[in-house]
Each structure stands twice: as structure tokens, then as C-alpha cells.
């Protein structure tokens, strides 16, 4: 039972530098979404998708892309990593009564 | 606009005490809130929730209560033990529009043995 899968767990960039967060499901959930987890500040949503297909901003979308082309996938990209983007992401996936989180990326960029 | 806070960062209770989180919500759309651990170097882990026709939802030593005149939630673990020791978002979601959870900044719970 897999759940929500992140890959990597870990990542260093330099900036400037682009790449690809990928987030799988395997619960069939409509809902996808990424968050950023930095000191202080929570967990902040970047963008979200309610069904393949349809995405939209979340709280702090500036310099993420995201695509929903499958129900299962939700990849984020991030097209000129900047030191800012240095957090944690956590993928999730929810139905209407709950959220199942996966288990982070820490990136760091340099 | 800091639509979920929770103005307590860090919380200290000794084991077997009832520990207390809170939470303040400002967007009256929110009617579906929910209360999240989470351990370092792992995703948050749903914990309990609570639907706005409610006021009070309890699943073992965790009860959420929610005050919706005051805007208000919280979260009592009773007893608490020193497994409970985590950081816990409170989150809320307007269900009937987008289902965007919308977390707080997390209060650190520590339980002395």
C-alpha cells in the first residue's frame, strides 16, 4: 500500500539549475497538491489540482510549474531553482475527508 | 493574510497532563478543519478532524473542539505521553469550493517524561 510517493527524498541545485519533484498516487485521488514546509512559516500551499487536467495557484506558485496529465501523477517544476526554493516539499493526495502526505523532498539549492 | 495561525510555537506539558493546541481561523468559508502530526524527516499524519455542523469530535486520548462564533479550534490530548511529542498543524478547508487545505504554522509539542 504505497500510498503517496515522492521522489528524490534529497536533491542539491545550483542555481539557475531546473529539475522535477515527482509525486505518484495509487488511491485514485482527484485532488493533488504541493506544499513547502520552511522554519516558521508551516506548511504554505504552491499549487494544487482538483483532476488531470486542471490545475491551479496555490498560496506561493512564483517560480513552480505543475502539470496534471494523469490522475495518478503530479510532477513540480522548478524551471531556475533560486537559494528561496532551498525547503522541504511534501506531496499530497485527498479525497473529501482526508489528506495523505508523502514523505518529502529536502532540495536545497546553492 | 495568515488565513489558519496558531500563535503558540512551542508548547512544554509533562506526561500524563492534558495538553492543549489551539487555533484561529479568519475565512468563514472554512468548514471542514483538521489537526495533522508531524515527526521530522517525515510527511504529516492525519491525526483527527471535525466538519463545521459539529463542535466537538473525539477518537480516543485526542478531542478537537471548534468554536465557530470565536473562530476558534482546539486540540486536547489527554493523557499525553511522550510519543505524542511532534509538531501539529492545524489545517482547514472550504469543502464545498475547493478542498484547498490551508495549514497553520505548527505548534512543537514536547512531553517530559
Known amino acids: 500500500n504505497a500510498g503517496v510517493t515522492q521522489t528524490p527524498k534529497f536533491q542539491v541545485l545550483k542555481t539557475g539549475q531546473s529539475m522535477t519533484l515527482q509525486c505518484a498516487q495509487d488511491?485514485?485521488?482527484?485532488?493533488m497538491s504541493w506544499y513547502r514546509q520552511d522554519p516558521g512559516m508551516g506548511l504554505r500551499l504552491i499549487h494544487y489540482?482538483?483532476?488531470?487536467?486542471?490545475?491551479d495557484q496555490g498560496e506561493v506558485p512564483n517560480g513552480y510549474n505543475v502539470s496534471r496529465s494523469t490522475t495518478e501523477d503530479f510532477p513540480l517544476r522548478l524551471l531556475s531553482a533560486a537559494p528561496s526554493q532551498t525547503s522541504v516539499y511534501f506531496c499530497?493526495?485527498?479525497?473529501?475527508?482526508?489528506?495523505?502526505f508523502g514523505s518529502g523532498t529536502r532540495l536545497t539549492v546553492v | 493574510d495568515q488565513q489558519v495561525k496558531q500563535n503558540s510555537p512551542s508548547l512544554s506539558v509533562q506526561e500524563g497532563r492534558i495538553s492543549i493546541l489551539n487555533c484561529d481561523y479568519t475565512?468563514?468559508?472554512?468548514?471542514?478543519f483538521l489537526w495533522y502530526k508531524k515527526y521530522p524527516a517525515e510527511g504529516p499524519t492525519f491525526l483527527i478532524s471535525?466538519?463545521?455542523?459539529?463542535d466537538k469530535n473525539e477518537d480516543g486520548r485526542f478531542t478537537v473542539f471548534l468554536n465557530k462564533s470565536a473562530k476558534h479550534l482546539s486540540l486536547h490530548i489527554v493523557p499525553s505521553q511522550p510519543g505524542d511529542s511532534a509538531v501539529y498543524f492545524c489545517?482547514?478547508?472550504?469543502?464545498?469550493?475547493?478542498?484547498?487545505?490551508?495549514f497553520g504554522t505548527g505548534t512543537l509539542l514536547a512531553v517530559q517524561p
Open positions: 471535525i466538519s463545521s455542523i459539529k
Open positions: 488511491m485514485n485521488h482527484e485532488y
Open positions: 475565512n468563514s468559508m472554512f468548514d471542514y
Open positions: 499530497a493526495s485527498s479525497d473529501l475527508y482526508g489528506y495523505t
Open positions: 489545517a482547514a478547508s472550504a469543502r464545498g469550493a475547493t478542498n484547498k487545505l490551508i
Open positions: 489540482s482538483v483532476g488531470a487536467g486542471i490545475t
